[in-house]
């Protein structure tokens, strides 16, 4: 009975022991799926599953009422009824051995045919529609998920194709990767489609390790008591992350900031602009989070350690992560230039004033 109960109740996320950067991440896209989802990096035991089960909990409840799962044929367009129970879930683990048909949905040709009735099986893609998908070894994925998972994180939309009919749905979700490096890369452009991505290894410290062991034991000894003692923290935590959804509208980013994050992923040597679109909405939303409508230079230096450590250029051999050094010399960099401008812009004003003055004056 204690096994049953401990499969059905999550380990809370309030309840995870240190690993403040993992759990950042994944509250950062929990306040703002636009980031792109996050990709947890690190050796086996370090809490990447349990906090990406754990975060499912804290989301808003998803409004499915525009939900549509749209046929195309010959004929034209109709809209085919579903069944929005299994459609409801938050969270969805798209196992490494999935079909394609099981990640997409099936459509059934004979039925069509024969009988005239136009069926199809939604698969894990329309159930993850507004929560979360996650994939545990991404990177052991294989290609041809691969590639469904990035036509449908680009357009948002799932499409099946059988003989000339045509089914598509909505597909939103927030995308959660864990991985043991160890065990092999993941493709790059699978890679630049996380938002954040984080490395996490075991605590050192023997007292967080001890504390890691007692919570676990009692978790497992007894489930609800155990979440039971999280409540308050976790209800105060889903609160938090619904207010600052709301506050996030109202959050402005100044030109120098949006200056300073061109000037980080410039100098970082990261490929395209996803990396400078992405460091300006995790900006945004960390000073949402903090209750914050400004962001300030801090903002940027914390997102750009989740933002870059996947996307910036590597030598051979070299591991992955980020160079604090480079990041800070960057952030010192940026400063001076931006008094140069500022002083520019004013010669410049003096010089316009001094010439309107002169005119009058002939």
Known sequence: MTRTMTRSINYPFTAIVGQEQMRLALVLNAVNPAIGGVLIRGEKGTAK?????????????QDRTHFHIELETEKGCELLPHTPGPLATSFVELPIGAS????TGTLDIEAALRQGQRRFEPGLLARAHGG????????????????????VAV??????????????????????????PEEGELRPQLLDRFGLAVDVTGPSDPVERAEVVRR??????DAPGFAAQYGEAEAHLAQCIASARQRLAHVTVSDALLG????????????????????????????????RNIVDADDVRRAAELVLPHRRRRQPFEEPGIDRQQLDSLMRDYAPRQERQSGGDRHSREVETTGDTAQEDE
Do not use: Q
């Not at 599953?49 to 409840?61: D, F």
């Not at 394609?100 to 990640?103: K, T, W």
């Not at 799932?158 to 043991?180: A, C, K, Y």
């Not at 676990?216 to 000894?221: K, N, T």
């Open 49 to 61: 599953s349990t906090a990406a089960r754990a975060l499912a909990a804290l989301l808003p409840p």
């Open 155 to 180: 357009s948002g939309v799932n499409i099946v194709e059988r003989e000339g009919v045509s089914v598509r749905h909505p597909s939103r979700f927030l995308l959660v990767g864990t991985m043991n």
């Open 100 to 103: 394609s048909d099981r990640v």
């Open 260 to 291: 300073l994050v061109t000037h980080i992923c410039a100098g970082s040597g990261v490929d395209g602009m996803r990396a400078d679109i992405t460091l300006y909405k995790a900006a945004r939303t960390l000073a949402a989070w903090e209750g």
């Open 132 to 151: 979360i998908l996650y994939v545990d070894e991404v990177n052991l994925l294989p290609d041809h998920i691969v590639d469904i998972l990035l036509d």
């Open 216 to 221: 676990r034991i009692a978790y497992e000894a």
